[in-house]
């Protein structure tokens, strides 16, 4: 059985990239071992371990069967369509009525690759990756490498982090599995110097992606996704981006009630690699750091965060605070939401009602997800006053729409705990509590 570290080499033909799909359904996606799946497939399992190395042509019949094992929903059905149809065309067997005549190989290739691809059909989700793959003939052809540079490889990190608030939670698993494996092989035949610094950088972005999106409902993995992010940023020697995952972590820490002291070490970590040196890491930690002291009764200690916050975002450039979009930017609305849930956490609810009322109106039309918690902001904070009908049914309309993120459930057991002893038992509070305990991510749900 090939271990999870061995690359496989999806460029190198069809089969290859067929076989880098199959194990990534297997390990990523259901986590599964190879004799689980080849029990539950009645395939042999030598067998599935060639076929997800690209060594052998699985047949259409096994295929089916896995397909149907992974409840991949036609997704890898469709791809070992392609892969026959595609190692037909390299292999000049295509029949030629089937395409438009052209000038040239190039134009030809280019024609095949959009019908190839048009069969996947309506819906189904392609890995960026394997759509990468299927060109890599073309850009050979046309005399470009066909391996995508560093900056190509940056680009791609910033392409995601300008979805991560705005796009739907877990709606990026299949993308980044997909680019982590192809980086992975460029890494491997990158052993020094910048450029494998600057990879391991991107990997450490793709990996707290990965984790971000996974924290939606496969927390186990999540942790996992955030160890890597962890080694690689270390392994790069960014100081900045050491502090920045570890401070993302300890916040989907606290989010999910992770058990022991996660949280806290990390926390602890991030502020320790900042010293002192303002950036959008630091940020981050001070408002995991002011959130953890408020909800153990600290107030001193968190208020001293939140000041602390306040210092370091004023000295943060430009390009941070002016972004208000990707994950990469810090502006001030999300300071505002930090202090204010410190705030009403602390029983402030005078001081934090104009930060959340200011919060909202700065927020980003795009961050539906951003926009809703802070609306639950609003709703803690009328169950605080006590007015507890109108805040259980503001909560209620914030959040029967959308998924329930950690944050969002996080929150909404917050509003839950700050009812008076009698109101617990109230129907809309009951409907509360079992919409949060029970809500999953859904397609159509929005990010944060």
């Given at each position: 059985m090939p271990r999870a570290s061995d690359p496989i080499k999806v460029d190198e033909s069809p089969w290859h990239l067929l076989g880098a799909t199959l194990r990534h359904w297997r390990e990523d996606v259901r986590d599964l071992t190879q004799r689980e799946l080849a029990k539950a497939a009645f395939v042999d399992q030598g067998e599935l371990s060639r076929w997800e190395r690209g060594l052998a042509r699985p047949h259409a019949d096994h295929v089916k069967g896995i397909d149907d094992a992974l409840g991949a929903c036609g997704q890898i059905a469709a791809l070992h369509a392609i892969a026959i149809e595609l190692d037909r065309f390299r292999a000049g067997t295509v029949d030629s009525d089937s395409f438009p005549s052209a000038c040239d190989e190039v134009a030809v290739e280019r024609r095949t690759l959009l019908q190839l691809l048009a069969m996947f059909g309506a819906g189904v989700n392609v890995p960026a990756s394997a759509i990468d793959a299927l060109?890599?003939?073309?850009?050979?052809?046309?005399?470009?490498?066909?391996?995508?540079?560093?900056?190509?490889?940056?680009?791609?990190?910033?392409?995601?982090?300008?979805?991560?608030w705005t796009e739907p939670p877990g709606s990026r698993i299949t993308d980044l599995a997909g680019d982590i494996r192809a980086l992975e092989q460029r890494l491997s035949r990158t052993m020094e110097g910048p450029e494998r610094a600057a990879l391991l950088r991107v990997y450490a972005q793709l990996a707290a992606f990965m984790a971000m999106d996974l924290s939606h409902g496969a927390v186990r993995m999540c942790w996992r996704s955030w160890r890597a992010a962890r080694s690689a940023a270390d392994a790069s020697g960014d100081r900045d981006l050491q502090v920045w995952v570890r401070a993302e972590e300890a916040s989907e820490s606290f989010y999910l009630h992770r058990a022991g002291p996660a949280a806290g070490d990390l926390v602890e970590d991030a502020l320790r690699l900042a010293n002192g040196r303002p950036s959008l890491g630091l940020t981050e930690a001070l408002k995991i750091s002011s959130r953890m002291h408020a909800t153990v009764g600290q107030a001193e200690q968190a208020r001293d965060a939140l000041g602390a916050l306040e210092h370091t975002f004023e000295r943060l450039p430009p390009a941070v605070t002016r972004d208000r979009i990707s994950v990469w930017g810090q502006s001030l609305d999300t300071v505002q939401f930090a202090e204010a849930y410190v705030l009403i956490k602390l029983g402030d609810t005078e001081q934090a009602m104009p930060l959340v009322e200011q919060a909202l109106a700065a927020c980003p039309r795009e961050k539906v997800g951003g926009r809703a918690n802070v609306r639950l902001l609003q709703a803690w904070t009328l169950v605080q006053d006590r007015d507890v009908n109108e805040g259980l049914g503001h909560a209620l309309d914030i959040v029967s729409p959308l998924p329930v993120t950690a944050a969002r459930r996080r929150l909404a057991d917050e509003i839950l705990d700050s009812l008076p002893e009698k109101a617990a038992a109230l129907p809309a509070a009951r409907d509360l509590r079992a919409l949060t305990a029970s809500r999953t991510n859904s397609p159509k749900g929005s990010a944060a």
């Open positions: 060109h890599a003939g073309l850009r050979q052809a046309i005399g470009v490498a066909a391996e995508n540079s560093v900056e190509d490889w940056e680009q791609v990190a910033w392409d995601y982090a300008q979805g991560v």
